[in-house]
């Protein structure tokens, strides 16, 4: 009797703990079905939110939906000069540890990166003069490490780092480089060579004779134009497509250059903030926070994902845009604008005349945007009238053109993080297109 009871219990037991877990199950079920349709339906709002601000996005994903497009699905680093980086640092600690294995895996990622972060000219593919700097040095620090080993490796590194030498010696305008693009990851210098000592210093010298870039034409196919026209000097850079990649360090700076004049920074690019200032990074990458133009306030080219083709690139912003040197400056010609309708095509035309400058603008197209034209300046600048006064120094140049004027405080940020204050001048027109206009600028006994 006593067994048959303990049986009775048992199998009760038994069946209450299997009803437990039952029931455990289901609510485990219950709530994973609750999370991921929770999980899928917030993931589809953000896709919405998504492609709502991003007409470019709700434009791939519908050809996507429709089966016209298919993604790139060729895997790309946007940025190798950080793998080059990277594997620096992993060459010398090998070095270093005298372990051979270490500094061969750091040598090869090191040139790999490289190779893929620069052009022909020596000049980096990322759009950042500060990744250029970041190159020069770690190129530089591995030559003499490998030189001071006597490793085979050193004549290798030293063409590298020649061609990097001579392209970033082109960039490096009278007033110093401009810090053109984002910072890399990590970056706490400007000058690549302020830690060398006396000697490296002279082999340096011995280097950089040789590193001179004589081809400025390879220089500019690489996406940097360098002019020099008397008092002027400028740097302007174009991404090959127009549109800087998605995960890059390029800013929406097409149309933006650098320009010094008699030695001195006269228009500048902010650069980009410190680490400190992340909140700002968006705003000082777009085209408002650059001297270039736009209309209504819209980069030249759409925000880049890293799937879209080639192919879908140019049907939405036109052909790949044209700057080269002019037989009185420097000419743009760009179809980003087009992605709004109106086939809306700009030109840009510097014209140098001496100690003068005169921008010439020309908006191909219909509709009537705003257009904007912005200049960022170190200078004290001051409104007389209908003109504007920059003064620096014993230096007056006075600037005029179409439009409403407005004077705006902006910053850039040196090494230190310490903040230089810069103004933005900032011309506004709304007009029926096609339209034309002219900034012009002259000394103010011209």
Known sequence: MD??????????????????????????????????????????????????????????????LRGRAKPETRARDFRPGGQAAAGAALYKSGLDLGDETKAAQGLRQMLSAAEQSIGPSGATLEGSTLRQVQLARLLTESWLAARSRKRPE????????????GALDAMTLPGGLP??????????????????????????????????????????????????????????????????????????????????????????????????????????????????????????????????????????????????????????????FGRFGGHRQIERHWRFDGASLRIDDLVLGTGRPRIERRLITPWAVSQEGTDIVLIKGEHRLVLSGEGTVALRQVKRWNARGDELPLTMILFTVRANLPWNGSLILRPASA
């Not at 050193?154 to 030498?165: H, K």
């Open 154 to 165: 050193q004549v290798r590194l030293a063409g590298v780092a020649r061609s990097v030498i």
């Open 179 to 336: 810090e053109i693009g984002g910072t890399p990851s990590k970056l706490s210098f400007r000058d690549p060579f302020a830690d060398l000592d006396l000697s490296e210093q002279r082999l340096l010298e011995d280097l950089r004779r040789q590193s001179r870039l004589h081809d400025l034409e390879a220089l500019r196919r690489d996406g940097w134009l360098r002019l020099d026209a008397g008092p002027w000097a400028g740097l302007w850079y174009c991404p090959a497509s127009g549109w800087p990649a998605e995960e890059g360090l390029a800013h929406h700076d097409l149309g933006a250059p650098e320009l010094h004049w008699n030695g001195l920074p006269l228009f500048v690019d902010p650069g980009p903030p410190p680490a400190t200032q992340a909140h700002l990074s968006a705003r000082y990458r777009s085209a408002v926070m650059h001297g270039g133009l736009s209309l209504n306030g819209d980069n030249p080219y759409p925000e880049n994902r890293p799937y879209y083709t080639g192919a879908f690139r140019r049907n939405v912003a036109g052909p790949a845009p044209d700057l080269r040197a002019t037989h009185d400056g420097v000419r743009l010609a760009m179809d980003g």
């Open 3 to 64: 067994g048959s009871r303990e049986t009775l219990i048992g199998g009760q037991v038994s069946s209450k703990l299997a009803d437990r877990q039952i029931l455990d199950a289901e609510r485990e079920l219950f709530l994973y079905k609750t999370h991921n349709r929770e999980h899928i339906i917030s993931s589809f709002f953000a896709t919405l939110r998504e492609s709502w601000h991003d007409p470019v996005l709700r434009q791939w994903r519908w050809e996507r």
